[in-house]
């Protein structure tokens, strides 16, 4: 089977491997389509806090059964699948405090690869993670699982619905996807921030009452008219640059939210007013990862067909063409891609 190999940041290798053999409990998939993400663009440039260099990339996919260990009742060989890259252990300090995001073994044995033939689904994620897809769903839409669980886990950790001006900073899939979200709990305003013509366009189609291009003078003056002059109830920023976590937390008004989702390089660093966030009653959160019950949510949405994913995806490339796709979304050029091996 071919999978691509991630060596060293900038360095990704297409290399054939023996097909892996399932052990007990666990599952292959063969892979139908893999969607890039934000996060192979980060990890292919720079590596990653959290996943391994060297090591393989690829975790959003949807897929077929291609055989099953032994013990692994549920799926049989035939079946359509989607999993997410990793699940919590159920037994670490974070897990027993129901932060399963934060389980201290979740990247230690992932679902990952799905930029290559196969993926091995292991036992864990086989049994808390993974969906079996029905008629009714593409894979393409099944693929987005994970992103989707993650905004979903993120739209708990602030209040995004009634009466409340929300504001979205970035225009990539996550900030696309928390504005449907954002929608389906009842937010009354929610204004999008981009630097995209066509992105905020798209934004406009998918629910946003305003989107405008971040950084202007408008930007303040368009939050602040929504919201009676008081500034953003919520502010949700999906970029990961310092500049960006800066920006959404001098647009929230006092008593109001800010939900910090979008991962900086490591090592970043900004700079908070004292006097906002202690006289003024912000607060800051960070938002990362997914807990199973998130999942479960995410995949109830994309079953039910309320939102609009195939927008998302710009277009198809083969796996071959990975490189080519990887170099796209760093132009920019690109929301999703699906890389159909
Ligand atoms: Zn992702
Ligand atoms: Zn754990």
């Known amino acids: 089977m071919r999978v691509y190999h991630l060596l060293r940041p900038g360095q990704l290798e297409l290399e054939l491997v023996n097909k892996p053999v399932p052990a007990s409990g666990e599952l292959l998939a063969r892979v139908s389509v893999a969607l890039t993400c934000g996060t192979d663009l980060k990890t292919f440039e720079r590596g990653h806090p959290r996943l391994k260099v060297p090591g393989l990339l690829g975790h959003e996919w949807a897929g077929v059964v291609e055989s099953v260990g032994d013990g692994v009742r549920s799926y049989r060989p035939g079946d359509r699948i989607v999993a997410t890259p990793t699940a919590p252990c159920g037994d670490c300090a974070f897990c027993l405090r129901q932060r399963e995001n934060l389980c201290l073994h979740l990247f230690e044995q992932m679902a990952i690869g799905a ?11 086989v049994n808390r993670n993974a969906y079996k897809i029905p008629t009714a769903v593409s894979d ?4 987005f699982l994970e992103p989707l669980a993650c905004v979903v886990h993120g739209s708990d950790l602030v209040c995004l619905g009634g009466d409340r001006t929300v504001v979205l900073i970035g225009d990539g899939p996550i900030a696309l996807l928390f504005l449907q979200v954002a929608r389906l709990r009842g937010a009354d305003r929610v204004v999008l921030l981009g630097r995209h013509a066509a992105r905020l366009e798209l934004a406009r189609e998918l629910g946003a009452d305003v989107a405008l291009a971040a950084g202007e003078v408008q930007v303040r003056a368009a939050v602040t008219a929504l919201s009676d002059g008081l500034g953003a109830d919520t ?9 960006a976590w800066e920006q959404a937390i001098g647009l929230v008004r006092k008593g109001g939210e800010v939900l910090l989702f979008g991962g900086c390089e490591r090592g970043s660093r900004v700079s908070l007013d004292t006097e906002r ?3 003024e009653e912000i607060a800051l959160k960070g938002g990362f990862h997914y807990t199973p019950d998130s999942v479960r949510r995410a995949w109830d949405l994309i079953c039910s067909g309320v939102l609009s994913l195939d927008p998302l995806i710009t277009g198809r490339m083969s796996l071959n063409e990975l490189p080519a796709a990887l170099d796209r979304l760093r132009r920019r050029e690109a929301l999703k891609l699906a890389i159909v091996p």
Not at 140 to 143: E, T
């Open 140 to 143: 393409l839409q099944a693929a």
């Open 235 to 243: 502010v949700v920023e999906c970029v990961g640059r310092p500049e």
């Open 115 to 125: 930029y290559g033939d196969y993926v091995l689904v292991p036992r864990h994620i």
């Open 277 to 279: 966030l202690h006289y």
